[in-house]
């Protein structure tokens, strides 16, 4: 991938409301889309991820979109929890790696 | 089954030095990728390898290289340290089933002086 552009930088919420997180990509062979989580001083964690033979994918209250067309994908954070609050990055791939867009911080008050 | 370690967490240089990062991955993963963090960057990626071979080069000068052992043990080194190569440097590890998930460490915290 080249560069995926990432928005919000971010997201305050109230605990129950959604969210989503949106993160546009231009080379149109990328063809994986990771979402990771990374909570204050640890690594990345990937939360989910989506192929571009799919359109949608859904984990409980997580769920991505890929609009292969537009080069958009999203995520989004149902019934948020203030656990969820975190920076949130989206990835498109790079040959053996990920190119990550710059994160988005998601702050969800009780 | 223990996760990827890095070594140390946290570390103080200054400008002018070098400095060795340490990264043991997953038991049985092979590939192991290093990413820089900063808050004006983001994660950008330094370099993959697999079986001692650097598959993969993000666009950093030469002062920042890498290597892995044959235990799939993996260093990074930056010299001649300059006060923009203070970040945090993750390393990540991915197994053989090739699902595409990146297992990070906690990264080791540089902060050139």
């Known amino acids: 991938g080249e560069n995926v552009e990432q928005h919000p930088s971010t997201l305050s919420v109230q605990e129950g409301d959604s969210a989503v997180i949106k993160c546009t990509y231009s080379?149109?062979?990328?063809?994986?889309f990771p979402w990771y989580k990374q909570e204050l001083g640890k690594g990345p964690q990937l939360i989910i991820d989506?192929?571009?033979?799919?359109g949608e994918k859904k984990d409980q209250r997580i769920a991505v979109t890929l609009n292969k067309t537009a080069k958009h994908f999203s995520l989004h954070i149902t019934e948020t929890q203030p656990e969820d609050s975190a920076v949130y990055f989206c990835?498109?791939?790079?040959?053996?790696?990920?190119?990550f867009g710059k994160g988005t911080s998601l702050l969800v008050t009780p | 089954k223990a996760g990827v370690t890095q070594t140390p967490r946290y570390l103080i240089k200054t400008r002018g030095q070098q400095v060795t990062l340490s990264c043991s991955p997953i038991?049985?993963?092979?590939?192991v990728s290093w990413y820089q963090q900063t808050p004006g960057q983001g994660l950008q990626f330094l370099f993959e390898?697999?079986?001692?071979?650097?598959?993969n080069k993000g666009n950093f000068p030469g002062r920042f290289s890498g290597r892995q052992f044959s235990n799939s043990r993996s260093e990074m080194n930056v010299s001649t340290l300059e006060l923009g190569d203070s970040a945090l440097y993750l390393c990540?590890?991915?197994?053989?089933?090739?699902?595409?998930?990146?297992?990070f460490g906690e990264g080791s915290r540089l902060t050139v002086l």
């Open positions: 390898y697999f079986s001692e071979t650097q598959r």
């Open positions: 990835a498109d791939t790079l040959g053996y790696a990920l190119n």
């Open positions: 990540a590890s991915t197994g053989l089933s090739d699902t595409g998930e990146l297992f």
């Open positions: 989506i192929r571009s033979n799919v």
């Open positions: 080379d149109s062979a990328s063809n994986y």
């Open positions: 038991s049985g993963h092979r590939s």
